[in-house]
C-alpha cells in the first residue's frame, strides 16, 4: 500500500518561512510523479507545485518565488520551502503522486493517485 506522510506544518506569521515533508517509499520516488496541493477553508483543492520523475518542476503563478520544491532520493523525501509567507497560503497541504501519463507534472489534483493525509499551515496577519 502507497503511503505518503507529511510533516513541518504549523503557524508562522506573516513573512516567516516553514519546511514541509512528504516521505514515501523507495518505489514511488522512483516512478511516480509528485506534487504539493493546497486546499483552504471553502475551497477547492490546487496545485502548488508540482514535479516530473527528473526532477523539473512547475509552480502555481501565486507561489512563483516564495514556495521551493525539492526531493531527497537518499531519503525518499518530498520538501516544500515556502517562504515570506502570507496569509492567502493558509490551507491544509498535501503531497501527492501520480503515475506517469497525462496527469504526471500537471495541476489537476483529480488525476492524481495516491495522497498523504495534510498538515495544516496557518500564516497570521
Known amino acids: 500500500q502507497v503511503q505518503l506522510v507529511e510533516s513541518g506544518g504549523g503557524s508562522v506569521q506573516a513573512g516567516g518561512s516553514l519546511r514541509l515533508s512528504c516521505a514515501a517509499s523507495a518505489y514511488i520516488f522512483s516512478t511516480y510523479c509528485m506534487g504539493w496541493f493546497r486546499q483552504a477553508p471553502g475551497k477547492s483543492r490546487e496545485g502548488v507545485a508540482v514535479?516530473?520523475?527528473?526532477?523539473?518542476?512547475r509552480y502555481a503563478e501565486s507561489v512563483k518565488g516564495r514556495l521551493t520544491a525539492s526531493k531527497d532520493n537518499s531519503r525518499n523525501t518530498l520538501y516544500l520551502q515556502m517562504n515570506s509567507l502570507k496569509s492567502e497560503d493558509t490551507a491544509i497541504y498535501y503531497c501527492?503522486?501520480?503515475?506517469?501519463?497525462?496527469?504526471?507534472?500537471?495541476?489537476?489534483?483529480?488525476?492524481?493517485?495516491?495522497w498523504g493525509q495534510g498538515t495544516q499551515v496557518t500564516v497570521s496577519s
Open positions: 501527492a503522486a501520480a503515475r506517469r501519463g497525462a496527469y504526471c507534472y500537471s495541476f489537476v489534483a483529480g488525476g492524481y493517485d495516491y
Open positions: 514535479m516530473d520523475t527528473y526532477g523539473r518542476t
